[in-house]
T-cell receptor, first 113, second 115 residues
C-alpha cells in the first residue's frame, strides 16, 4: 500500500500566486517525520522543509510552509508568492522511527510568467 | 555547508558491463543510503547501510547489486552486469541519525545510461 500519496501529477500556476501541493500519508507509528524535497530539471534533490509528528505548530521556512493536519494525515506544502525558479518536481516524503525515508510519486509544478 | 559528493555525474555503459558508482558521504554521518529514480518517476529506495553492514534492502537490490564502504570515507554501489532497465539516476544520501527528525543530505546524483 502507498504510504505517501501525491494526487497532483502536474500543476500550472501563475507567477506570484500562492500554490498548495497536496500530500497525504499513512502510518500507524506515533513518531514520524515529514519532508518536502524539490528536484529542479538539473536533477538534484533539495531539502525544503520538515515537520515532526509531535510538532504543535506548522513548519515554515521562508516562502515555504507546511500545512500539517495530523488527524487527516495530511502534510500539504504551501509556496507563497511563487517565482519562475519554483518550477520543479516536488516530492513529499516520510520517515518512521528507525527507518528509511520513503517518497511519494511527486508533483511537477510549472510557474507561468 | 557539508555536502555529499557523487562521481561520476554521468556514466554510459554497455549492457552486461560492471559499473561502480561512488559517493563520499558527510564525514560525521553514520547512515548511508542509495536510491534510484528512473526518468520522471518516483525515487525508489535501494539499500541502507550502517555500522559497515547492510541494514535493509529493497527487492530491487538483487544479487547484481552490492555496496561497500572500503576506506571509511567512500561508499560505493556496484552493479555487476548492467541491464537496460538499470538506466536511471542514482542518488547517494547520508544521515547523522535514524531518528525521525533527521532527514538526509543527498548527493547530486549519477545518471547511468545502459546501452
Amino acid at each position: 500500500a502507498q504510504k505517501i500519496t501525491q494526487t497532483q501529477p502536474g500543476m500550472f500556476v501563475q507567477e506570484k500566486e500562492a500554490v498548495t501541493l497536496d500530500c497525504t500519508y499513512d502510518t500507524s507509528d506515533p513518531s514520524y517525520g515529514l519532508f518536502w524535497y524539490k528536484q529542479p530539471s538539473s536533477g538534484e534533490m533539495i531539502f525544503l522543509i520538515y515537520q515532526g509528528s509531535y510538532d504543535q505548530q506548522n513548519a515554515t521556512e521562508g516562502r515555504y510552509s507546511l500545512n500539517f493536519q495530523k488527524a487527516r494525515k495530511s502534510a500539504n506544502l504551501v509556496i507563497s508568492a511563487s517565482q519562475l525558479g519554483d518550477s520543479a518536481m516536488y516530492f513529499c516524503a516520510m520517515r518512521e522511527a528507525g527507518d528509511k525515508i520513503i517518497f511519494g510519486k511527486g508533483t511537477r509544478l510549472h510557474i507561468l510568467p | 555547508e557539508p555536502e555529499v559528493t557523487q562521481t561520476p555525474s554521468h556514466q554510459v555503459t554497455q549492457m552486461g558491463q560492471e559499473v561502480i558508482l561512488r559517493c563520499v558521504p558527510i564525514s560525521n554521518h553514520l547512515y548511508f543510503y542509495w536510491y534510484r529514480q528512473i526518468l520522471g518517476q518516483k525515487v525508489e529506495f535501494l539499500v541502507s547501510f550502517y555500522n559497515n553492514e547492510i541494514s535493509e534492502k529493497s527487492e530491487i537490490f538483487d544479487d547484481q547489486f552490492s555496496v561497500e564502504r572500503p576506506d571509511g570515507s567512500n561508499f560505493t554501489l556496484k552493479i555487476r552486469s548492467t541491464k537496460l532497465e538499470d538506466s536511471a539516476m542514482y542518488f547517494c544520501a547520508s544521515s547523522i541519525s535514524d531518528r525521525t527528525n533527521y532527514g538526509y543530505t543527498f548527493g547530486s546524483g549519477t545518471r547511468l545510461t545502459v546501452v
